[in-house]
């Protein structure tokens, strides 16, 4: 859609709205093409193609205890669909109750235009048959690493393009194009009649980004052999090292602990403490919106506000919380430019690209400075309570005993308190990795319990 049709749809939802009786409105026009496909051995598993556009209005209508305020959505962008639904967004509104946080940010929107590398213009050529090759290649790499890899869970390659455009009743309008990439591979290794299965993959805005088809395969191969014979091991208190894939998770657990939502509702262990230390020095956490081909990147947040860098933990000193201008006002503070929106739902605040800065050592070298411990290769569960801060979780990965890999382990928990587990990471690896919008490097923490036989 051209940038005069979508501002023409914007423009009319807005002043539909206004006309009905809405004192303030906001509307977000989402546009998506995505294909999709999954390889197994040599067949085609499912191709698939995709295209949509949503048109999301939002509707405050105020009162003396606050704006009343409703969320709705429709594929339908016809003028007359566009004006009924604007209409039929105030009549919901004026049902709900009133909210004196509730309204449209006071200011400051974004004005300017980055160039944030979401989308390389050559990559909309690409066709289905390009991206199921790609599979293929990654599918057929990991079979022919090991004559033990005699099956797969598949390869699948996704190509999605989108485009946003948002405006409100204050004056805001902008829109920008993004796309993003990625190849999975998760062959299944057997041996004895033990089978174990294993990933990898690689996302990213550009197709020329993305790591080799072929390399992924091997790498997939190779982290599925590597858990042929594993087994429990007795229960004991050891240093935990979490590869890069899995400490990313922990980076995300925080992130929602620092949430607005989560801290003005007290639903967090880390509400109320920001300015205290709540990890080790060598703890660094931030979130940039604004990050050069970032997965999450984006000139304006879901409320028009300029996106920016936020030091989160600095030195591990709490230093933010990532605020939308709701969370912030519940907490007499200003947005963190971290609202984000879907067109059927109101903004809500989270994180852009989050990552904990990496340190100097490689993977092998914390391994070999651990005289004994467990490697953490897979998370399973949700085993984390963020109110109190308790952690427990089902994992999978690797012995170590006087800094070498000795053998694979799976059935084991991982638990300890959060609070103390950022507090005893000791050492934090070079190898920053990033799979999603959320990355870390991989990192140890000094002392955990492994639960097992």
């Known amino acids: ?18 006309g009905a009786g809405a004192d303030e409105v906001d509307a977000v026009l989402v546009e998506g093409d995505e294909i999709e496909a999954r390889v197994r051995d040599a067949e085609i598993d499912f191709v698939s193609q995709a295209r949509g556009r949503t048109l999301g209005i939002r509707a405050l209508v105020r009162g003396a205890g606050g704006a009343r305020s409703a969320t709705t959505s429709t594929s339908d962008v016809s003028a007359d669909a566009v004006d009924t639904m604007a209409e039929q967004t105030v009549a919901l509104a ?26 390389d213009p050559d990559d909309r050529a690409v066709d289905v048959e390009a991206r199921i090759e790609a599979a293929m290649s990654a599918e057929a790499a990991a079979r022919a690493t090991d004559v033990r890899i005699d099956n797969s869970e598949g390869s699948q390659v996704s190509s999605g393009f989108s485009h946003i455009a948002y405006g409100n009743s204050k004056g805001f309008f902008g829109e920008y194009e993004s796309a993003s990439h990625s190849l999975f591979s998760e062959p299944v290794a057997k041996e004895n009649g033990s089978l174990q299965r294993d990933y990898w993959m690689t996302v990213a805005r ?74 080790a020095n060598s703890i660094t956490v931030i979130d940039d919106g604004r990050l050069r081909g970032g997965l999450g990147s984006k000139p304006f ?8 860098r936020t030091l989160l933990v600095e030195n591990g000193q709490l ?91 799976e059935e084991v928990t991982i ?11 000791d050492a934090i690896g070079s190898d920053l990795l990033w799979m999603g919008r959320i990355a870390s490097p991989s990192l140890r923490i000094a002392n955990m319990t492994l639960a097992g036989e």
């Not at 859609?1 to 206004?18: D, F, G, T, V």
């Not at 449209?104 to 004005?111: I, M, T, V, W, Y």
């Not at 638990?415 to 990471?425: K, S, T």
Request: a negative charge; proline letters at 6%; aromatic letters at 6%.
């Open 1 to 18: 859609m051209s940038q005069s049709k979508a501002s023409e749809i914007i423009e009319r939802a807005l002043l539909r709205a206004r």
């Open 94 to 119: 004026r049902a709900t109750a009133e909210d004196p946080t509730a309204g449209l940010p006071d200011g400051g929107f974004s004005d300017d235009e980055p160039d944030l590398a979401l989308f």
């Open 206 to 279: 550009r197709l020329a980004d993305l790591e080799d088809p072929a390399a992924v395969g091997r790498k997939a191969a190779q982290r599925a052999l590597r858990r042929l014979g594993s087994r429990p091991v007795k229960t004991c208190e050891v240093p935990v090292i979490f590869d890069p894939m899995t400490a990313a998770s922990l980076i995300r657990q925080l992130v929602g602990c620092i949430s607005g939502y989560s801290v003005y509702r007290e639903t967090s262990f880390l509400a109320g403490r920001l300015g205290e230390s709540i990890a």
């Open 301 to 308: 947040d879901g409320e028009g506000l300029p996106t920016r």
């Open 319 to 409: 230093s933010s919380y990532l605020l939308d201008s709701y969370s912030a006002r519940k907490l007499g503070m200003s947005s963190t430019g971290n609202a984000s929106r879907g067109a059927g739902s109101a903004p809500t605040a989270a994180p852009t690209n989050v990552w904990l800065e990496p340190g100097d050592l490689t993977l092998e070298q914390i391994i070999e400075s651990t005289d004994r411990g467990f490697i953490a290769t897979e998370l399973i569960g949700m085993g984390f309570n963020p109110l109190t801060g308790d952690y427990s979780r089902g994992a999978a990965g690797l012995w170590v005993e006087h800094g070498e890999i000795i053998r694979p382990v």
């Open 415 to 425: 638990a300890g308190n959060f609070g103390n587990m950022l507090n005893d990471i």
